[in-house]
């Protein structure tokens, strides 16, 4: 199964690498953009007998390893 994760800061959080991108593309007169949030996109591909294995299984990498859950928030979906 193939699996793509979305990891992104919570709202709220400070994102320096955002800002800085917001203000060069302002630099290069993109002024139409208010807001930039930087994130983090993997993928995945796992063996599991079943999607709500590859679900809880893959729940479980975020939570331990791939996210940082006290100031980012992740998603995941999962293509056989």
């Known amino acids: 199964m193939r699996v793509k994760i ?3 800061l919570k709202t709220g ?3 320096p690498q955002g800002k800085a991108i917001e203000r060069s593309l302002h630099t290069m007169s993109y002024v139409e953009v208010r807001d930039v949030r930087v994130g ?3 993928e995945l591909e796992i ?3 079943s999607r709500a294995s590859a679900e809880s299984r893959v729940r479980e990498m975020c939570d331990k390893l791939l ?4 100031i980012e928030d ?4 999962i293509h056989e």
């Open 6 to 8: 979305f990891i992104s």
């Open 13 to 15: 959080v400070l994102d």
């Open 40 to 42: 983090k996109y993997l």
């Open 47 to 49: 063996d599991a007998d």
């Open 67 to 70: 996210a940082n859950p006290v």
């Open 74 to 77: 992740y998603r995941f979906e």
